[in-house]
């Protein structure tokens, strides 16, 4: 009931990443009130949710959160998954802001290619990492080249499944640019299949996403897949 009157209604006008978000941070303040102001008369103190439900997370494995290795790891690990999941509060304004370019007649397929991501599964919240290529075709527009990794981060810094990663790099840029069409292709290596349950420690997942003419086109479709493919056979 509590978590239900937190979540957005089902007609908010909001899109699900904007939602994930708002959730996303009133957990966060939820726990954080929980743990405000421990001893009455001392004041409120600021704690962060995620450090005092790591130390949990010790406790409940049968660790000694008080050992002293252990003992600024809830201070790490929560600052770690900010970080790792810092693409929620991420404002796509902002980071294209000034970054966009008139194409000039340019028409041609533009590619960043082997853009380094690193995201979380969002069943096991254990790293799923490798490449991301990213092509369009422009219409009016062309975007600042080093944009384009950045944008991967915005939506890789999220828990995610790998599928949902590649339609979300591609719409971006649908949105952003217009254009003709994008091809977007990720290889990504997933430490919950290496690590637990099948430990298929070598295979690796692509998933691709294709709009307008890449979608229309086998031709252009075969023209990035050769693109990218000088580089697939390496190590992610
Ligand atoms: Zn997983």
Do not use: W
Request: aromatic content about 6%; some cysteine; proline content about 5%.
């Amino acid at each position: 009931m509590n978590s239900d009157s937190k979540r957005p209604s089902a007609t908010s006008p909001l899109s699900a990443a904007e939602a994930q978000a708002i959730e996303h941070k009133s957990l966060g303040a939820a726990s954080a009130l929980h743990l405000a102001d421990p001893e009455p008369g001392l004041g409120t103190v600021e704690v962060d949710g995620l450090e005092a439900l790591t130390q949990g997370v010790l406790e409940e494995i049968g660790e000694d959160p008080e050992r002293e290795g252990l003992v600024q790891t809830p201070k790490r690990v929560a600052k770690a998954m900010r970080f790792l999941t810092s693409g929620y509060g991420a404002d796509i304004q902002d980071i294209v802001n000034g970054a966009i370019f008139d194409a000039e007649d340019y028409s041609e397929m533009v590619l960043v290619k082997d853009v380094e991501f690193y995201s979380l599964c969002e069943h096991h919240m254990l790293p799923f990492f490798g490449r991301a290529s990213v092509a369009y075709l422009p219409g009016e527009k062309i975007i600042g080249l080093s944009k384009i990794p950045r944008l991967v981060d915005v939506y890789a810094r999220r828990l995610q499944v790998q599928e949902r990663l590649t339609m979300q790099i591609s719409r971006v840029l649908e949105d952003i640019l217009e254009p003709r069409g994008v091809a977007v292709s990720l290889t990504g290596f997933h430490l919950c299949m290496a690590m637990r349950g099948v430990e298929k420690q070598a295979s690796k997942t692509t998933s691709t996403a294709f709009t307008g003419e890449f979608q229309r086109n086998p031709e252009l479709r075969r023209e990035f897949i050769s693109l990218i493919k000088s580089r697939e056979s390496d190590p992610v």
